[in-house]
């Protein structure tokens, strides 16, 4: 009851996150980043059946995400003939963030999108604090892997059977954001 209350009590105390509209270039490509609405689900829901083959999030999850205003972010891409091509987000908790979710259209993959879009969100993460980010990955999603690891994200353990629509085992990977974290890593401190 008192954890509850206290998470409560937090999000009183606590502002809505917000993410400022802004365009980016990503091989030589114009891309709107946006903060998410519930208008575009039915975009992100095609993006997940053109990524995974299924949808591992329902209409209902990315609803309830989306009300999660004080600890939840999600952000779009959007091209310039308003196609919504890819989409992250990321809960905040104290010290905490974690990605819970990034997805880029297929024919978008290999171009620094996703890469931009993680950057974009490092950036809230940092802006808010945080320690640390976390995030999962299919242990044979090697493409991915790369980039989180191109970014500072460090392996951990291994989650088995984590995908509870196909079984299979995720990598947990975290990412130390706090300056005291960076020194301590390159052995400054």
Avoid at 7 to 23: E, G, I, K, P
Avoid at 99 to 114: K, P
Avoid at 133 to 152: C, F, I, K, P, W
């Amino acid at each position: 009851m008192w954890k509850r209350f206290k998470v409560w009590f937090d999000q009183l105390n606590t502002s809505a996150l917000a993410f400022s509209a802004r365009t980016i270039t990503v091989s030589d490509v114009e891309i709107i980043l946006r903060q998410m609405t519930a208008a575009d689900i039915g975009a992100a829901l095609d993006i997940e059946r053109d990524v995974y083959g299924d949808t591992p999030w329902d209409r209902f999850v990315f609803l309830s995400e989306l009300q999660k205003v004080h600890s939840r972010l999600y952000v779009v891409a959007v091209n310039m003939a308003g196609r919504v091509v890819a989409f992250i987000g990321a809960s905040f908790h104290g010290a905490d963030s974690h990605i819970t979710n990034l997805a880029v259209a297929s024919d978008c993959q290999r171009h620094g999108l996703g890469k931009a879009m993680l950057q974009a969100m490092m950036a809230v993460a940092e802006k808010r604090h945080a320690a640390r980010m976390t995030l999962e990955v299919r242990t044979d999603n090697a493409n991915a892997q790369q980039l989180y690891r191109s970014l500072g994200f460090r392996d951990g353990r291994i989650k088995r059977n984590y995908y509870a629509s196909t079984h299979q085992d995720a990598l947990d990977m975290q990412l130390d954001l706090s300056p005291a974290c960076a020194e301590m890593e390159q052995g400054k401190v």
